[in-house]
C-alpha cells in the first residue's frame, strides 16, 4: 500500500444502522448533525463521513432536502473534507407520515445517488458489492413495543434484506461520481471478497488509482472484528493493489479503538465516529464523534505518528478541493 506520510482520521457522524432508542447522544437533528461533525473537525478529523435523517422522526433518508440542511453550514465552520454516502437505506417515509420497505435496487439507487450527484462532494463511499446486514439482531435486545413505528418495521424488515450494489449499480456510481464529477471514492469492503470485486472494477476500467480502501470490521453480516483478520485484509489488498492504494480501518462497538491502533501501527489510516460505536469505553456511552477522535488522535500521537490536517489529506488523496464542491 501507499503509506500516507500523516495518518488521515475520518469521523462517521451518524449512519444508518444505530437507532435512536440505542444512545441519546445519536446526532438526529441538522443542528446536532453539524455540531458533531464540526467538532469532531476540531478534534483532529481530516474527513467527517455523512448520512442523513429525518429531523423529526430520526430514520436515515437520502434525500437532498436534507442534506441541504447542514452540507454548507459544515463547509463554513470548518475546513474538514465532507464524504457523502452512497449507502442504501431500508425504510423510507411515505407521504401520508407512515414508513415502508423499499427493495427494487434500481429505485433505491436512484434515492442513493440524488445527493450526491446533486452535491458532487471532494469524496463518497463506495460499497464494494452486497451484504445481509444483521441489523434485525440489535433490536431484539429490548422491548420492540418501546420502539418507534420505523424503528419497529427496520428491527423486523432488515432480516429479509440484502444490501445490494450490483454491478451495474457500481459501474453507474464509478460513471456519474467519479468520472463525470471527479469524486474521490472511499470504497467501504466488508468481506474479502470485496476487495476483489474492486480489483474487477479496476481491471474493467470503471475506477482508477489510487484506491482509498477503508476495511470494515465487526458489522454483524460482515466479516468479524478480530486483529488476524485485519492483517488478512492488508495482505490481501497488498497483492492485489500492490502500492496503488491507501488504507484505513474501521471498526464496529467496543473494537473500534483496538482494531484502528493496530491499523495505524502497520501504516494505514483510522476511521472512528458515532456510526461505527456508540461506546467511548466499557459500558460507557460516547457524548460525540469527537470524543472518539480525540482519543485515538492521542494514540495515534504517543505512538509517534502524526494526524494529517483536511488539507493534508486533501493532497494525499487527491481530492478536486472545498472550492469544486456544490455546496
Known sequence: MKKSPKVIITSATTGAMHMPFMSPHLPITPDQIVAD????????????????????????????????????????QSDVIINITTGQPAIRRKADGGFDVKTDWKDVLDERLAAPKQFAPEITSFNMGPMNAANWIMGGRVDINKLSDWEKLFVHATKDLTMQNTWASMERIAKELGQERGVVFEYECFDIGHLYALKMLWDLGHVKPPFFIQSVFGFLGGIGSDPKHVLHFRQTADDL??????????????????????????????RVGLEDSLWY??????????????????????????????????????????????F
Do not use: M
Open 37 to 76: 461533525s464540526v467538532a469532531a473537525a476540531e478534534a483532529g478529523a481530516a474527513i467527517v463521513h455523512l448520512h442523513a435523517r429525518d429531523p423529526e422522526t430520526g430514520c436515515p433518508v437520502t434525500t437532498p432536502e436534507v442534506y441541504g440542511l447542514y452540507l454548507s453550514r459544515i463547509k463554513q
Open 241 to 270: 493493489f500492490g502500492d496503488n492504494y491507501y488504507w484505513s480501518v474501521l471498526a464496529a462497538g467496543k473494537e473500534q479503538i483496538r482494531l484502528t491502533t493496530q491499523a495505524a501501527l502497520l501504516g494505514g489510516n483510522v
Open 281 to 326: 469505553g466499557r459500558g460507557q456511552l460516547a457524548k460525540s464523534s469527537a470524543e472518539q477522535v480525540g482519543r485515538i488522535r492521542r494514540i495515534i500521537e504517543e505512538l509517534g505518528l502524526e494526524v494529517a490536517t483536511p488539507d493534508e489529506a486533501r493532497r494525499i488523496l487527491g481530492t478536486k478541493g472545498k472550492d469544486q464542491v456544490n
